[in-house]
């Protein structure tokens, strides 16, 4: 399978990267910004099968064209996309700027929204589009002070999900998003400090995977929360 993952430099998205590698047939790319983490990670597949290309999402729109030539020139068809790069700022909503709050909403919502249109064209029947939101930003949860921008620009990708989902049906491609609760990684750590995850990035990372291979033969623009609990 030719499979890209969006944020794979760190927490979950490295270890969904890791897990979907111990499969020789798989080939994964993933993106990020950090360079080092990505020649790391790639060195450390036990199939030689990660690659990676570096991508601020933050500024899609001005790495659209290299972006997609390098990831024209690895695959012929992409499998699986999943959309798990994200940016949380915690911050009382009248304490931000626009500038702020516009950077949360490109890395999370415009970043992966470009990512799909450039990438759809490698996209056939079977196809699965997995995008990685938030508890915060599903429809009834509990809400936390400080994360109006994060939550909102999460509720926005898995609203696109339900909305591509139609618009791809024709085409046979599959498009979920699952809206996680808490998981021990850097960015829980900084958002919420003195806190434990009940699940740590190495298991989420390994259900995500999962989903990604088999999600697809049961649901379609679902937006499925994946939470023990809800800090
Ligand atoms: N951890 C949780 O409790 C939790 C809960 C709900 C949802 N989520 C969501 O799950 C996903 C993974 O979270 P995580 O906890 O593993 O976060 P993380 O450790 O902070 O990792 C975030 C990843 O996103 C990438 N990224 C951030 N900004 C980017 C940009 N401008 N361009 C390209 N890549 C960028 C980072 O790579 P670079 O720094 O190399 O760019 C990194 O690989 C996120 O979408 C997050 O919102 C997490």
Same mark, same amino acid.
């Given at each position: 399978?030719?499979?890209i ?5 760190r ?6 990267a ?9 080939q994964?790319?993933v993106?990020?910004r950090?360079?080092?983490a /990505?020649?790391? /990670? ?9 690659s ?14 290299s ?6 020139n ?6 699986? /996309? ?5 940016? /949380? ?8 700027t626009?500038?702020?709050?516009r ?6 919502f ?12 490698l ?28 939550s ?19 085409? $046979? ?13 850097e ?17 989420? $990372?390994?259900?995500?995977g ?14 499925i ?7």
């Amino acid at each position: 399978m030719n499979i890209i993952v969006n944020g794979g430099t760190r927490g979950i998205g490295r270890e969904i990267a890791l897990y979907l590698a111990q499969d020789r047939d798989n080939q994964i790319v993933v993106t990020g910004r950090d360079t080092e983490a /990505l020649g790391k /990670l790639a060195s450390e597949s036990l199939y030689d099968n990660i690659s990676s290309i570096e991508v601020d999402l933050s500024v899609i729109d001005s790495q659209a064209a290299s972006f997609r030539d390098q990831v024209y020139n690895r695959f012929s068809l992409i499998d699986i /996309l999943i959309n798990n790069a994200g940016l /949380l700022t915690t911050r009382e909503f009248m304490k931000f700027t626009n500038q702020e709050a516009r950077l949360i909403m490109e890395t999370n919502f415009f970043g992966p929204a470009t990512v799909i249109r450039l990438l759809k064209p490698l996209m056939i029947s079977g196809s699965h589009i997995v995008n990685i939101a938030s508890m915060g930003g599903f429809q009834g949860s509990s809400k936390y002070r400080g994360l109006s921008y994060y939550s909102c620009s999460k509720a926005a990708l898995a609203c696109l999900t339900e909305c591509l989902s139609e618009e791809f049906r024709q085409d $046979g491609i599959i498009v979920n998003c699952l809206a996680l609760g808490s998981v021990q990684t850097e960015m829980f750590a900084e958002a919420f400090p003195g806190f434990r995850a009940p699940v740590n990035a190495e298991e989420m $990372g390994v259900f995500i995977g999962d989903f990604a291979l088999r999600g697809r033969q049961f649901f379609n623009g679902k937006i499925i929360p994946v939470a023990l609990n809800n800090p």
